[in-house]
Structure formats: C-alpha cells, structure tokens
C-alpha cells in the first residue's frame, strides 16, 4: 500500500498562485514500484478531470491549464508538486493526487485537498 497526503489547497484570488504537494509514504518496495505521480481535479457538478502527471520524470499538463500549471517531483522526499499560477474561477475544485505504476496512475489517491479562487 502506498500513503499519499496532498497539502498546499486554500483560497486565493483569480489571478493568483498555489502549490499542492502529494507526499507519498509507505514501504520501500511499493514506493519503488511507483513511477507515475499526478493530480486530478473534480469540481461539483463535474467529472473527475487529469490535470498533470508526470511519468519516468516526463511531465505531461493538460490541455486546459497547459501555460498555467506545472508539475515537477523530488525524488528524494518522494513528493510530486503542481504549481499553479494565473489561477481563474474555474479552477476551483477538489484537488486529488494520484500514482501508480504507469498508466492510469491512478492505483493509488490522496484526501484531497480544495482550491478556490474567486474572482
């Protein structure tokens, strides 16, 4: 098993910026065995939405916050991070980390954390 905890989520004003860090834990093998770490996002009334991953240290954004977000991971304290900047209202939303071994990298998922951004 692999403990994820997200961190970094709150409120801010559009046009602002947040990092979410996902700090996985657990034992040595499974964290090994993870070579893909990303975020997804839901807001209420939506679908899940993949916002980044990044896989054997390629990151890959989405289209929709492609210019705004980036993704990037320590590899030592076994921490992925989604820096957000130029944040909108449609931002707003549950923010969920994920990993996995390769695609989907979604075995395993953190609490979530929220952002909001108002305008």
């Known amino acids: 098993q692999v403990h994820l905890v997200e961190s970094g989520g709150g409120s801010v004003q559009a046009g602002g910026s947040l990092t979410l860090s996902c700090a996985a834990s657990g034992s040595t093998s499974n964290i090994n065995n993870i070579n893909c770490l990303g975020w997804f996002r839901q807001a209420p009334g939506k679908e899940r939405e993949r916002v980044a991953r990044?896989?054997?240290?390629?990151?890959v954004i989405a289209e929709s916050v492609k210019g705004r977000f980036t993704i990037d991971q320590d590899d030592d304290k076994n921490t992925v991070y989604l820096r957000m900047n130029m944040l909108k209202s449609e931002d707003t939303a549950m923010y969920f980390c994920?990993?996995?071994?390769?695609?989907?990298?979604?075995?395993?998922w953190g609490q979530g954390t929220q952002v909001t951004v108002s305008s």
């Open positions: 994920a990993a996995g071994r390769g695609m989907p990298c979604d075995t395993y």
């Open positions: 990044i896989i054997g240290g390629l990151g």
